[in-house]
Each structure stands twice: as structure tokens, then as C-alpha cells.
């Protein structure tokens, strides 16, 4: 199997480097390293058959997490905590730190009588650079709290 390793992670969109998570993974979140071996957050090895044949035969669905860059983790970390816990993007493109319950309406996200900060305005963020995986067209915005506390680099 092991010749085939690299296409079968293709399948998934996945390249080594790369962090997933698997929907009924017990380990999350999962990368792949330059030599395709698949290591939990605890940075132990979980390549084996068993995660090919449930992620191929069984109910797992795969979701590949955004790259992170060194920056963007600097970042998280501190707006975590100072107490924020969402990144959103407006319409406009403005990035934008959140508390609290948050509503989409047709432009921007707003956190009802919590604050809101403009990160190009506080801190070293280019909106058209840094944190590019996170959208207008996002459903649901970016937990800082559950990237800090199970992601973080």
C-alpha cells in the first residue's frame, strides 16, 4: 500500500503538510507529513490501515484545515487572550475580532452590544494577505477559541 499512499491522500485534497480533521476522528486534528505518515495532535503516529479503510469504506468525512502562517498563530493567540473569540470577514473585506453571539446580516457580521475591531486598524494585519482562508461567503465565522485550545501551533 504504501506505494500508493500519495494518491490516496489525493483523493482527500490532501498534501503532506497539511492538517485535518476526520469527523468521527478521536484524535483531532490529524497531519500529514513530507513522508505521508498521518500524526494526531499529540504527535503520535496514526498511519495504519485501519485510518485508510474507515476513512475509504466508512461514514468519516474529511475536512482539511486552513494553513496557518506563523503570523496569523501570533495573532490568534493574543486576540485569545485579550477575550475575543471570533474572526469574521465583512462584505467590504475587512477583517474583523468579534465577541460574543454573532449575526450576519447582508454586509457585515455583528456581535449585538459587544465589541467589534477592525484588525488592519489595531494590529499589523494586510486584509489582502493574512488570513485568506476566512471568507464573506463563510457560513459560520472562525472560533479563535477552539483554534487556540485544540489547533494551535
Known amino acids: 500500500m504504501n506505494n500508493k499512499v500519495p494518491e490516496f491522500f489525493k483523493l482527500f485534497d490532501l498534501k ?3 492538517r485535518f480533521e476526520i469527523s468521527d476522528g478521536d484524535c483531532n486534528p490529524y497531519r500529514l507529513t513530507e ?4 500524526l494526531n495532535c499529540e504527535n503520535t503516529d496514526c498511519t495504519s490501515d485501519e485510518l485508510f479503510l474507515s476513512l475509504l ?8 484545515l486552513p ?4 503570523k496569523e498563530d501570533r ?3 493574543a486576540l485569545y487572550d485579550l477575550g475575543w473569540k471570533w474572526l469574521a470577514r465583512d462584505k467590504n473585506g475587512f477583517l ?5 453571539a454573532l449575526i450576519k446580516t447582508f454586509n457585515a457580521w455583528h456581535a449585538p452590544c459587544e465589541a467589534r475591531m477592525h484588525l488592519s486598524r489595531m494590529l499589523s494585519v494586510d486584509v489582502s494577505t493574512d488570513f485568506q482562508f476566512i471568507k464573506w ?7 479563535i477559541e477552539k483554534y487556540v485550545e485544540e489547533y494551535g501551533q
Not at 513522508?35 to 498521518?38: G, R
Not at 461567503?137 to 472560533?143: A, L
Open 137 to 143: 461567503e463563510d457560513e459560520e465565522p472562525f472560533r
Open 35 to 38: 513522508k505521508y505518515q498521518v
Open 75 to 77: 495573532i490568534l493567540h
Open 16 to 18: 503532506p503538510g497539511d
Open 96 to 100: 474583523m475580532a468579534l465577541s460574543g
Open 57 to 64: 469504506y466508512g461514514n468519516s468525512t474529511v475536512k482539511k
Open 67 to 70: 494553513k496557518i502562517t506563523e
